[in-house]
């Protein structure tokens, strides 16, 4: 099995760190022209060079702006008015208790982590339909389904994914074009070592380490009883975004390690 994007054109939001990085780095791998976009141009550029180091020859274009604005948008819908291959990827997150959380961070949320999707969806599908093919893929959460009690708001909009994406699955029905959700676990990412940073300066244990305590501690329906490499959720992604995966659409796929307890979703 040989997954090939040569020729298409890719875009990821949310792609100078983390699983985004990650996804785009596959993407170039299989021979998709990448957009990595960030709100920093230092990020941007810094992950370009990322990816050129370790795919030389990566066909890659780098844009700053905010996509959890409507600005944001508009200026990539400016710079790259098309996609064949679109990675909702962007999302923030945080610790904070419920009745702690005011109006405004739930309506930042939602901004960030569903209408950022929802925007470039909006814009990049109709003409995946037109030329009868394209993927769409949401990046959810296994919090999405197992909605943590320190994190209801960021797993309420992680719920709001999978129903963006399986109706949107719906409504592009025998298209050509496939919409699909990824639902990851805990993962090794520049945000889960910065989190976890002073648990490691009191322990004496490597970031490792601490991470999979954590899983253990904190996730331990987990099967695999470790966090996830970005590499793992990035392969899916890849595999889902080519001419592979053409049955697959309306899809929630876990790669949570098998945190959520339950046969399908």
């Known amino acids: 099995m040989k997954i ?10 949310g792609s100078t760190a983390g699983i985004g990085l990650g996804i785009s780095k596959a993407l170039a791998e299989s021979g998709a022209t990448v957009v990595v976009i960030g709100r920093d141009t230092a990020k941007v550029e810094q992950a ?31 710079a790259e008015p098309r996609a064949d291959v679109l990675v909702n990827n962007l999302g923030i997150y945080n610790d904070v208790d419920f009745f702690e959380t005011p109006d405004s961070e739930w309506t930042r949320f939602y901004e960030v982590n569903v209408i950022s999707g929802v925007r470039l969806a ?7 339909v037109k030329q009868g093919w394209g993927r769409v893929i949401f990046l959810s959460s296994e919090s999405g389904v197992a ?40 993962t090794l990412t520049d945000g889960v070592e910065e989190m976890l940073k002073d648990a490691v300066a009191a322990s004496g ?61």
Do not use: C
């Not at 090939?4 to 939001?13: N, R």
């Not at 009690?149 to 496939?178: C, D, F, P, Q, W």
């Not at 331990?220 to 392969?235: D, K, M, T």
């Open 122 to 128: 909006r814009h990049y599908v109709p003409d995946m």
């Open 147 to 186: 909605i943590p009690a320190e994190m209801i708001n960021y797993g309420v909009t992680k719920s709001a994914n999978l129903a963006v994406s399986h109706g949107l699955a719906k409504r592009l029905a025998g298209t050509g074009v496939t919409v699909n959700s990824i639902l990851p676990g805990s």
């Open 4 to 13: 090939d994007l040569s020729g298409k054109l890719a875009i990821v939001s």
């Open 48 to 78: 370009l060079a990322s990816i050129r180091q370790s795919v030389p020859g990566a066909q890659l274009r780098g844009l700053t702006a905010d996509l959890g604005t409507a600005e944001g948008a508009e200026k990539l819908f400016a």
């Open 205 to 265: 244990r490597s970031v490792r380490e601490e991470a999979d305590a954590f899983v253990r501690k904190a996730r331990p329906s987990s099967i695999i009883q470790r966090v996830a490499e970005v590499e793992e959720v990035a392969n899916l992604v890849a595999y889902i975004a080519s001419p592979l995966s053409s049955a697959t659409t309306g899809a929630a796929l876990r790669v949570d390690g098998g945190v959520v307890d339950s046969l399908a979703i």
